[in-house]
């Protein structure tokens, strides 16, 4: 008779990042290609991007269907608005806050000759929110257009709902659907640890240590800011909602090690849906506001603007007094919302950043060297930031329970 040992799939997929890293010393120090790695990576990231257009389209419209209530689904979405703003902008003073405090560029030295930047600018309201309303739902969905997707599935399950009898065998169809799409992300999930080790050796291989010592300061900072917004908005909210954090941070493992080695926070989003409803979040909140968190609402994102925006002006002699200071906290905003969730996509968002307060955008090509090990940290915040906000808003509807979300566990 065979022991059954497993190990846990979270546990195999650090086994993975371990393993990754210690490729990639081997990769940097033998001069292996990194192209023997990347298909692996690529192949767990296109997985898991299979199955985040159909998961949010059939888990929204049935999770839409089942609140049925338009003022429920009105003020579901007022709060969850409300917490993405609120922390972002938390997000942004702290990484302001420990840029001025720690001083990441003073004393380095610029003379970088940087090819051209593509410069982003910021969409204007008007249009990004008539951007939302698609005039062809089925053009959203084959683009992936988020907001689009997230619209009418909203708007179509609600109908399902008021449909009476009529609708019923369309809500069965996408409630079935959307338990055959979390069975999908397990099966894919299985694959993880692999595609985990080819990310982050490919990773290290590729910016190995010797290119961050430059900029360890700011690392180091990016780092520190997420630490502590992680203790300073998420953990209190966390306890505020009745859950331990450490079963928190235990039942999101899988999500965040994939966001911490793909950098994509698109790529974490259905695992981190079931990771939330795991934990007691429920169907209809977590459906709603996991894939809209990961379009709109990008705290790890907004603490590098605050940090990479004093960094950069310091690299150039930018001065940077309050009201510059504020533009950025309200650029950052808009540009943390206007990023998506795949890898670098922060990168070319703090353009707009540093167009608004005058700072080369050079500095876009200093960063952008060690951009991947930020990546890693923000798009951990990133996915973690939209967990919280499930927990917290489902708490706010009185809809928050653990034991349903354990009893779900024991099916895995
Ligand atoms: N890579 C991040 C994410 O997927 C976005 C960013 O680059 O800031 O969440």
Not at 62 to 72: E, I, L, N, Q, Y
Not at 74 to 79: D, I, L
Not at 155 to 165: A, H, Q, V, Y
Not at 189 to 192: P, R, S, V
């Given at each position: 008779?065979?022991?059954?040992k497993?190990?846990?799939?979270p546990a195999?997929?650090?086994a993975g990042?371990l393993?990754?890293?210690?490729a990639g010393a ?15 990576g690529?192949l ?5 991007r299979m199955v985040?257009?159909?998961l949010v389209?059939?888990s929204?419209i ?11 689904l ?6 969850t608005?409300i917490?993405?703003?609120l922390?972002t902008?938390?997000?942004?003073i702290?990484g302001?806050l ?5 001083q990441?560029?003073a004393?380095?030295?610029l003379a970088?000759?940087?090819a051209s930047?593509?410069v982003?600018?910021p969409?204007?309201m ?6 939302i309303v ?10 992936g257009?988020m907001l ?6 909203v ?11 009529k609708?019923?065998p369309a ?15 397990r099966?894919v999930?299985?694959?993880?640890p692999i ?9 290290v291989g590729?910016?190995?240590l010797?290119?961050?010592l430059?900029?360890i300061?700011?690392v180091?900072?990016m780092y520190l800011?997420?630490i ?7 953990i209190?909210?966390?306890?505020w ?9 235990r039942?999101l493992s899988a999500p ?12 974490a989003l ?6 939330v409803?795991?934990l007691g979040a429920?169907?209809s909140?977590?459906?709603f ?8 609402n990008?705290?790890g994102?907004?603490i590098y603007m605050?940090v990479?925006a004093?960094?950069?002006a310091e690299l ?9 200071q504020l533009?950025v906290l309200?650029?950052?905003i808009l ?6 969730g795949?890898?670098?996509a922060?990168?070319?968002m703090?353009?707009?950043v540093f167009?608004q307060?005058g ?7 200093i960063v952008?060297?060690?951009d991947r090990?930020?990546?890693m ?7 973690l930031?939209?967990?919280t906000?499930?927990?917290c808003v ?5 809809d928050?329970?653990p034991e ?7 099916t895995l």
């Open positions: 008779m065979s022991t059954k497993h190990m846990s799939l195999q997929m650090g990042m393993l990754g890293i210690l081997a990769i940097q120090f033998y001069a292996i290609p990194t192209s023997y790695f990347q298909p692996f690529q767990f990231i296109n997985l898991v985040v257009v159909p389209i059939v929204l049935s999770g839409a269907a089942s609140v049925g209530d338009v003022g429920r009105g003020r579901m979405a007022g709060k608005l917490y993405y703003f922390t902008a938390v997000a942004i702290i302001l420990l840029g001025n405090l720690f990441p560029g004393g380095l030295n970088q000759d940087v930047v593509k982003s600018t969409p204007s008007v249009k990004v929110l008539m951007d698609p005039v062809n739902p089925v053009e959203s969905l084959s683009k257009n689009q997707i997230i619209f009418f599935a708007m179509l399950g609600f109908s399902l709902s008021l449909c009476g009898e609708g019923q809500i069965a169809f996408f409630d079935s659907m959307t338990e055959a799409m979390l069975h999908l992300t099966l999930m299985y694959y993880a595609g985990v080790f080819a990310l982050m050796a490919v990773a590729r910016h190995g010797g290119v961050l430059p900029l300061k700011l180091g900072i800011g997420c502590i917004h992680v203790l300073l908005v998420y209190p909210i966390v306890r909602a009745g859950l331990r954090p450490a079963h928190f941070f039942v965040l090690l994939i966001a911490f080695s793909s950098c994509s926070s698109a790529a259905s695992s981190n849906m079931e990771g409803q795991r429920s169907r909140v977590s459906s506001s996991i894939p809209l968190g990961n379009t709109i990008m705290d994102t907004a605050g990479v004093i960094f950069a150039y002699g930018v001065p940077m007094p309050f009201d510059k533009s309200l650029m950052g540009a943390s919302v206007g990023s998506m795949v890898p670098g922060g990168l070319l703090v353009t707009m167009t307060v700072i080369p955008l050079e500095a876009v090509g952008a060297g060690i090990v930020l990546d940290a923000r798009t951990t915040i990133n996915v930031g939209d967990a906000g499930a927990i489902s708490k706010l509807e009185n928050l329970d349903r979300g354990a009893r779900m566990e024991s």
